[in-house]
T-cell receptor, first 110, second 115 residues
Framework: AQSVAQPEDQVNVAEGNPLTVKCTYS??????LFWYVQYPNRGLQFLLK??????LVKGSYGFEAEFNKSQTSFHLKKPSALVSDSALYFC????????FGAGTRLTVKP | DGGITQSPKYLFRKEGQNVTLSCEQNLNHDAMYWYRQDPGQGLRLIYY???????QKGDIAEGYSVSREKKESFPLTVTSAQKNPTAFYLC??????????????FGPGTRLTVL
């Protein structure tokens, strides 16, 4: 069965600094990986996904993610964080079904 | 949140009552899903449906029931058998034509509180 792990419950960065939210996965077969963002009392919003091809995937709001097969990782990145990026971020992997990580709360301080 | 609507946004229930959460989508998606979100636990799958008149249990189906009479609608009933129903409930949907690569989209959620 597939699974994802988000090793950090909380990530704090200063506005303007680069940010990374970590995700590792386990799946048999091809990995289909997704990142979502959730603002308070809202549903999850799709940011980006990796299906195949280029290991660097670009998504919404300036986010990108780097797929690393040897490290089984799919870290979310942004070159310059904004205060408005503060939210809960979920990594997910689709195998037989969709599995979500526990989430990482990103706080960007001015 | 796209073309997926959930109602109501907030719902209060007395113990022993059944309540039904609505989920509607106008995206012509084949598959629909219900998740439960609790703090620090991520999302857990309750039920899903890939075609009309068919649905499968997820990881935590006990105390819940669903129906899929129409492609665009997938209501979730939280029964009195669900011992700890207070949570944030999320509905999602996706096409299945692309297999595992299709993106799953989410509704805005319903927060259920048992009084």
């Amino acid at each position: 069965a597939q699974s994802v792990a988000q090793p950090e419950d909380q990530v704090n960065v200063a506005e303007g600094n680069p940010l990374t939210v970590k995700c590792t996965y386990s799946v048999s077969g091809n990995p289909y990986l997704f990142w979502y963002v959730q603002y308070p009392n809202r549903g999850l919003q799709f940011l980006l996904k990796y299906i195949t091809g280029d290991n660097l995937v670009k998504g919404s709001y300036g986010f990108e993610a780097e797929f690393n097969k040897s490290q089984t990782s799919f870290h979310l990145k942004k070159p310059s964080a904004l205060v408005s990026d503060s939210a809960l971020y979920f990594c997910a992997v689709r195998g037989e079904d969709m599995r979500f990580g526990a989430g990482t709360r990103l706080t960007v301080k001015p | 949140d796209g073309g997926i609507t959930q109602s109501p946004k907030y719902l209060f229930r007395k113990e022993g009552q059944n309540v039904t959460l609505s989920c509607e989508q106008n995206l012509n998606h084949d598959a629909m899903y219900w998740y439960r979100q609790d703090p620090g636990q991520g999302l857990r799958l309750i039920y899903y449906s890939q075609i009309v008149n068919d649905f499968q249990k997820g990881d935590i189906a006990e105390g819940y029931s669903v129906s899929r009479e129409k492609k665009e609608s997938f209501p979730l009933t939280v029964t009195s058998a669900q011992k700890n129903p207070t949570a944030f409930y999320l509905c999602a949907s996706r096409w299945t034509s692309g297999g595992s690569t299709d993106t799953q989209y989410f509704g805005p959620g319903t927060r259920l509180t048992v009084l």
